[in-house]
T-cell receptor
Framework: KQEVTQIPAALSVPEGENLVLNCSFT??????LQWFRQDPGKGLTSLLL?????REQTSGRLNASLDKSSGRSTLYIAASQPGDSATYLC??????????FGTGTRLKVLA | GAGVSQSPSNKVTEKGKDVELRCDPI?????LYWYRQSLGQGLEFLIY????????KSGLPSDRFSAERTGGSVSTLTIQRTQQEDSAVYLC??????????????FGDGTRLSIL
């Protein structure tokens, strides 16, 4: 049974810091891994999707890496801004389409 | 609006009443998902629709929950005889196709359901 864990559960950093969010999963036979952002009272916004054949994906100040063999992914946020404050979730498919989500990391970037 | 639309955004109802939640996916998306997000917990898969195939209902928590998707587009999630533990945010997502889950899911803003 696939299980997804995210560490830390919460993180508070001053503006401008670079930071890393961690995601681990128990079953390495995954097709892809997706990182999402969720703002309070909102749905999830897809940030990055890494295919199993890829090792990383980049979008602006965000970089996500995937190491299937160790069951880990990291989301790197460069030069953090207060607008980055949100909950970040990772998800992996269990089978071909049923996604299993972590419980997220609540990030607060202080101005 | 080109995004996933859910209605109502908030629903407060008394225990024992039936509720119906609606999801309009992005046009052309054949895959549609319903999730439940309870306070302090991760997203819980409820049901998955792909085109005209039989839906995967394996995540529905009890027979009080049902969902349908008409014409391969709009979906409704129905909860009968609601209980207080049904209180949660119900999120809908759609994607262009499944098949290895290779397409990103696009989420609506959810329906916040409160059972009194």
């Amino acid at each position: 049974k696939q299980e997804v864990t995210q560490i830390p559960a919460a993180l508070s950093v001053p503006e401008g810091e670079n930071l890393v969010l961690n995601c681990s999963f128990t079953d390495s036979a995954i097709y892809n891994l997706q990182w999402f952002r969720q703002d309070p009272g909102k749905g999830l916004t897809s940030l990055l999707l890494i295919q199993s054949s890829q090792r990383e994906q980049t979008s602006g100040r965000l970089n996500a890496s995937l190491d299937k063999s160790s069951g880990r992914s990291t989301l790197y946020i460069a030069a953090s801004q207060p607008g980055d404050s949100a909950t970040y979730l990772c998800a992996v498919p269990s089978g071909t389409y049923k996604y299993i989500f972590g419980t997220g990391t609540r990030l607060k970037v202080l101005a | 609006g080109a995004g996933v639309s859910q209605s109502p955004s908030n629903k407060v109802t008394e225990k024992g009443k039936d509720v119906e939640l609606r999801c309009d996916p992005i046009s052309g998306h054949t895959a549609l998902y319903w999730y439940r997000q309870s306070l302090g917990q991760g997203l819980e898969f409820l049901i998955y629709f792909q085109g005209n195939s039989a839906p995967d209902k394996s995540g529905l928590p009890s027979d009080r929950f049902s969902a349908e998707r008409t014409g391969g587009s709009v979906s409704t999630l129905t909860i009968q005889r609601t209980q207080q533990e049904d209180s949660a945010v119900y999120l809908c997502a759609s994607s262009q196709r499944s098949g290895g889950g290779s397409q990103p899911q696009h989420f609506g803003d959810g329906t916040r359901l409160s059972i009194l």
